[in-house]
């Protein structure tokens, strides 16, 4: 279950200090019998399997989304949130910035779930490892500021609860294993529990939960948190089974879900070009509307949910889940709104690109070549839809981003040109209708390097190198064999150092007139084409000094038994990387 590519989950949010010296300066004014008279009391009530959330005695269903965008952005965002139904707002970090989000959240009758960040948290790990049984130079600082920020916000009427941790039950798997990992897991638990006693004293009006990834994580705080009030999971694709997990695990107190929606790109299965298959928009939309469903239906102990996620990023995790990205609502937004009673009547309805193909997105699209994307896109009021083509190199180089394309439209069919650097891409199509609303179709598609015409005379021919890397951490063995075996997916890679070479026997004197270099990210900034008939004396019959990596497509005329590309400035820091060195006659 581990989950790159999450946007905003990091965010922190607080206020500054004056509020708690007015309340304070308020108190010796007034005489007020109970420090909570500004906020909400908000309480886990009733008993085995008939629970429920009350705020100041009335009872209350957590309708929820996370929380992306910035803290001083909430004003302007949450009136449409609540207008959506949305009641509660989820973060995953409380500090001093948080002031904007719980004021503009009491001003719109919203609430927020008040996240304190745990290393090493996001399933993945991410954060850095702690040592739970020895580092208490860590927990020492977490005991004190915690306690600090809910002394500063317990009194805002946007408070709802706290919410120590995420997924770092599941992420320490990522720092430690065997024995060991049971027992930082159990030391992690119990130093929540720690958090929570000291927030439980600060702050008697508000619960405290914790937050993992996995209901697996639940016995851990039965045993070692008896002091959370309810407990909370993140849960995607596996949504509707949380409830026969809490049943079998026999716990005694209620949950919520704090993230939720449609499969993940963890839990989906890999396309033909081994990549998750990203669903369509309508099926994140029935995700969500699935999840809350299964929430609803394990009345007395599922409280409600936040779902995920209400951000505004238009990358690679914000197409796969954001109901705004760059502002803009699509189909997910609809659904989420819908579920939680709000009135769409008189809304404006997205477009849907409902099913979408990319022409040679298997087979393979030269680089620099002709893509043919169609989609089936409609929209509910038959307004004009405007198009857009963006890539992503997100499986090449974990770079998320989306880049926008030239492309012709003719209806619902475009034509772009491919990527210039071969391997998977993500390609996207945007449908916008011009009244705030968007969907997207998202497609893997393989770029191979462009057909060279002629015979590649060093496909599988002896080949030699300077060095190669042997780690196989790296994917290695990356030798010099593996740069002429025709293979896109093998590749020689050098050591970090210049020069370096790689040379094939093509077994005669030969004469070529094309060589293709096809480089890794690990690419020549300059480097030589030599040839040679004794592999000892070399003749430079091409010299490239502006190299960008990529393909290099150089026509040249050579002749020689040997062919070497030299290497004589690196491009990065790391070595020479060639996936194939060809060589045609």
């Known amino acids: 279950m581990q989950r790159p590519f999450r946007k905003g989950r990091a965010r922190r949010a607080v206020a500054p200090l004056a509020a708690t010296a007015l309340a304070v300066a308020g108190l010796a004014v007034i005489q007020a019998p109970a420090a909570h008279a500004a906020g909400s009391v908000v309480k886990v009530t009733g008993s085995q399997g008939h629970w429920q959330l009350t705020v100041d005695g009335a009872p209350y269903e957590v309708k929820g989304l996370t929380w992306g965008p910035a803290a001083t952005d909430a004003a302007q965002d949450l009136p449409d949130l609540a207008k959506a139904g949305v009641n509660t707002v989820r973060t995953w970090g409380t500090d001093a910035t948080s002031a904007p989000l719980f004021d503009a959240a009491a001003a719109n009758g919203i609430k927020v779930i008040a996240g304190f960040w745990l290393q090493p948290g996001g399933g993945p790990g991410s954060g850095g490892c702690v040592d739970y049984l020895t580092d208490d130079t860590y927990k020492n600082d977490m005991l004190a500021e915690f306690p600090k920020w809910v002394d500063t916000y317990k009194d805002n009427p ?155 990023e238009d990358d690679f995790g914000g197409i796969w889940f954001n109901l705004v990205p760059d502002g803009l609502k699509r189909p997910s937004y609809y659904a989420v709104k819908k579920a939680y009673g709000g009135d769409t009547s008189g809304d404006d309805q997205p477009p849907l690109v409902s099913d979408m193909t990319v022409s040679g997105a298997t087979d393979g699209v030269p680089a620099g070549g002709d893509v043919t994307i169609s989609t089936d896109t409609t929209d509910p009021e038959h307004e004009q839809i405007s198009y857009q083509v963006l890539y992503s190199s997100i499986y090449l180089d974990n770079n998320g981003a989306l880049t926008p394309v030239a492309a012709t439209v003719n209806g619902n069919t475009l034509t772009a040109k491919a990527p210039d650097r071969p391997g998977v891409w993500k390609v996207y199509v945007k449908a916008t209708d011009g009244h705030g609303n968007v969907s997207y179709g998202a497609k893997s598609l393989k770029v191979v390097p462009p057909k060279v015409s002629g015979t590649d005379v060093a496909l599988n021919k002896p080949a030699t190198a300077s060095s190669f890397q042997t780690d196989p951490t790296g994917g290695c063995p990356c030798t010099a064999a593996d740069a002429v075996d ?50 000892v004396n070399w003749t430079t019959v091409k010299s490239v000094t502006d190299g960008d990596g990529a393909i290099d497509d150089i026509d040249v005329n050579g002749a020689g038994r040997y062919v070497r590309v030299l290497g004589t400035q690196r491009g990065t820091g790391y070595g020479y990387s060639l996936y194939e060195f060809g060589v045609y006659a």
């Open 486 to 535: 025709g293979n896109t997916a093998t590749r020689w890679s050098s050591d970090w150092s210049d020069p370096q070479w790689l040379q094939v026997d093509l077994g005669q004197h030969t004469a070529f007139t094309h060589v293709q270099l096809y480089w890794e990210a690990a690419y020549a900034k300059a480097y030589d084409i030599q040839t040679s008939d004794d592999g």
């Open 158 to 312: 946007g408070v709802l609860m706290w919410d120590v941790g995420n997924e770092s039950v599941l992420g320490l798997q990522n720092c430690y294993s065997g024995d060991a990992l049971e027992q930082q897991r159990a030391a992690y638990v119990s130093f929540v529990d720690q958090i929570a006693q000291k927030i439980h004293a600060v702050d008697p009006n508000h619960p405290v939960t914790s937050t993992d990834a996995w209901t697996g994580a639940w016995p851990y705080y039965k045993k070692y948190a008896p002091d959370l009030d309810l407990y909370a999971v993140n849960s995607y694709k596996d949504v509707c089974n949380v409830k026969s997990a809490w049943e079998a695990g026999g716990y005694d107190k209620p949950y919520i879900v704090t993230e939720g929606g449609p499969a993940g790109s963890w839990e989906v299965p890999n396309d033909a070009n081994g990549v998750p298959d990203e669903p369509t928009d309508q099926q994140k939309a029935d995700g969500y509307t699935t999840a809350w469903n299964c929430v609803t239906s394990h009345q007395g102990v599922a409280l409600g949910a936040t779902l995920f996620h209400y951000g505004t």
